[in-house]
Nanobody, 126 residues
Framework: QVQLVESGGGLAQPGGSLRLSCAAP????????VGWFRQAPGKDREGVSC????????YYSTSVKGRFTLSRDNARKTVYLQMNSLTAGDTAVYFC???????????????????WGQGTQVTVPP
């Protein structure tokens, strides 16, 4: 069992940036493929990004591709989601997720992920 802890959410202006972090206190994320889901009010959870366990290959949903960048800092045992050019459509609770499988799914769905953080709120006003 691994505990995932997100940080870095908050309020950003349209066109602005935020960086989310995901860490595993007392453990390491090296053993996991790590991703991010988000859930806006009244909507299903959406898989937005993923970084694979062994080769750090990445996946981005079409809604964030070109604006979000996911990276892994193994020395700090942290995964970062850099979010640029934010819009009101990015407003959601963002969840860090982990799975033991070695690859990023082509179209991530919640049932494929073994571990979930508590979530961090990102708000971008209209």
């Amino acid at each position: 069992q691994v505990q995932l802890v997100e940080s870095g959410g908050g309020l950003a202006q349209p066109g602005g940036s935020l960086r989310l972090s995901c860490a595993a206190p007392g453990s390491t994320l090296d053993y996991y493929t790590v991703g991010w889901f988000r859930q806006a009010p009244g909507k299903d959870r959406e898989g937005v990004s993923c970084i694979a366990k062994y080769d750090d290959s990445t996946y981005y949903s079409t809604s964030v591709k070109g604006r979000f960048t996911l990276s892994r800092d193994n020395a700090r045992k942290t995964v970062y989601l850099q979010m640029n050019s934010l819009t009101a459509g990015d407003t959601a609770v963002y969840f860090c997720v982990g799975r033991l499988g070695p690859r990023c799914p082509d179209n991530p769905v919640p049932v494929e992920w073994d571990y979930w953080g508590q979530g961090t709120q990102v708000t971008v006003p209209p």
